[in-house]
């Protein structure tokens, strides 16, 4: 390609200056073309559309001697002339110091630690796998075995399955706290059995969104103060390091895991977010950031490294800037200490004595069903004594496999379309109700399902998406295609 050359607008005469220059030729290479005009307009005149502005502000970033370009900016000031006169300290900044440069060097690693990470994973695998299918073996022969107090013992099996990852945590690390580990370590390792434990805890994720959350993160050390709404799944792992106050809501799909991943080594950092704080969906909170009482952070918004929100300022962006835009439409509601404290015992009874024993029932019919559906279907897969062979046992494995998900696949449908407009009629547009009653359960159940991830990677992509969404309930007239997967 030919080098990229700049062309000075007649109408200013000027020649452009060294920041302007330096835009202009990134912008050229990222468009292919051999001139751009610091006047020209970016989408107007030059043709570049989001994902293009985007390379360019993610090149001008890579440089690091300017200050960041958002998306923000280059939808203020679609010109490189008014984009680097808007940009503060236009001119290059000054060069880093050595010690910052030290950081940004990755951290030396070794074949022998890898491998010997990558054993050590393997093991806590296979030796977690096992424990899980020795309980699952134990609950399936009480099962069929008719013994009392199989509700019991599946609500015992829940408690220790939430439980393990709270004790494995101050077993192998005690208190986080701000530091350093080289990837492929043996602290990585004790990291990496922590979060993988926490991140497959079913118990945590079905307290998203109640007051237990707030608990459950107290016992792993965060500091959750009371009437915080949590409704991000997206769990944190380095919790001692996380304070939360009072009032504070953060939105659906928000990080703010209080650590990162960086150039051969894990950053762990703290999160600090003060009383009545709002972060919006899809948020994402690095490390070593803070926000101040009241203030608020906007939906697919980002704090890098480093920086704070002012109490009671809002931010959005990426990285966030300061504005005028308040994101809590909605006056708060009454939701008092007996309305938080009956719905964690409700939702705690109900996981405990009605979703756990349920799903283990299931499960075991399901598979009872199917081996005897096999046995009838591909004679001999049994011994003489009444057991499986192995023939039989991978015979009853994939078949119940198979049934498991097309099954599911079924049932899921199903439900997505028709639950949703059972309950509805129940909610009333237009109407604000307070959380953690009759309403916002019912809400959350119709929200849950319209929500499923896969069903939207199913046909997402594809025109079965369209029938998906009308199935949903959404009035498409006229349908227009589009290439998202995420329904909603």
């Known amino acids: 390609m030919p080098k990229s050359s700049l062309v000075t607008d007649e109408r200013h005469g000027s020649a452009p200056t060294g920041v302007e220059a330096v835009f202009a030729e990134l912008l050229a290479e990222i468009l292919c073309i051999d001139r751009v005009s610091v006047d020209s307009h970016f989408f107007d005149d030059l043709g570049a559309d989001s994902l293009v502005m985007a390379k360019f502000c993610a090149r001008v970033r890579k440089r690091g001697d300017f200050p960041p370009v958002s998306m923000q900016d280059i939808y203020r000031h679609p010109t490189i002339r008014s984009l680097a006169a808007a940009l503060p300290d236009a001119a290059p900044a000054p060069s880093k110091s050595a010690a910052a440069k030290a950081l940004e060097v990755p951290t030396s690693t070794s074949t022998r630690e890898y491998l010997l990470c990558g054993a050590l994973q393997t093991l806590f695998y296979l030796g977690y796998s096992y424990v899980g299918v020795l309980a699952g073996v134990e609950g399936y022969q009480r099962m069929v075995a008719g013994s009392k107090g199989v509700e019991s013992y599946s609500g015992v099996g829940f408690l220790v399955v939430c439980t393990v990852p709270i004790v494995a945590k101050w077993l192998l690390i005690g208190r986080w706290t701000p530091q350093q580990i080289r990837l492929w370590s043996l602290a990585y390792v004790r990291f990496w059995i922590v979060k993988t434990l926490i991140r497959s805890n079913p118990g ?179 011994s003489g004594a009444g057991a499986l062979t192995v023939r039989g046992l991978v015979i009853v494995a994939l078949a119940f496999s198979v049934v498991l998900f097309f099954g599911a696949t079924l049932l899921g449908l199903l439900a997505v379309g028709t639950v949703p407009r059972v309950l509805r009629v129940f909610i009333k547009p237009g109407t604000v109700y307070p959380l953690y009653g009759f309403h916002h359960a019912v809400h959350r159940v119709i929200a849950g399902l319209g929500r499923q991830k896969f069903f939207g990677v199913l046909f997402g992509d594809s025109s079965y998406i369209v029938n998906y969404l009308q199935w949903l309930g959404c009035r498409l007239s006229p349908v227009v295609q589009t290439l998202s997967a995420a329904a909603r």
């Open 204 to 382: 945590v994720y079905l307290f998203v969104g109640s007051p237990l959350y707030g608990l459950y993160l107290r016992a792993m050390g965060a500091k959750v103060g009371p009437s915080t709404v949590i409704l991000s799944g997206q769990i944190p792992v380095c919790t001692d390091l996380l304070t939360i106050g009072a009032g504070t809501v953060i939105r659906r799909e928000s990080s703010f895991h209080c650590y990162r991943a960086q150039a051969g080594r894990i950053e762990i950092g703290s999160v600090t977010l003060g009383r009545d704080v709002f972060v919006g969906e899809m948020a994402v909170l690095d490390i070593d950031t803070s926000m101040g009482d009241g203030a608020q952070l906007g939906h697919t918004s980002s704090l890098h490294r480093g920086q704070s929100v002012p109490v009671g300022e809002r931010w959005h962006g990426s990285p966030a800037r300061r504005t005028d835009t308040s994101y809590v439409r909605i006056a708060p509601a009454r939701c008092g200490r007996l309305r938080r404290a009956t719905s964690a015992a409700l939702t705690l009874i109900g996981t405990l004595f009605l979703y756990a024993p349920l799903l283990e029932a299931g499960l075991g019919l399901l598979f009872l069903g199917v081996s005897s559906l096999v046995e009838v279907l591909v004679p001999g897969v049994k």
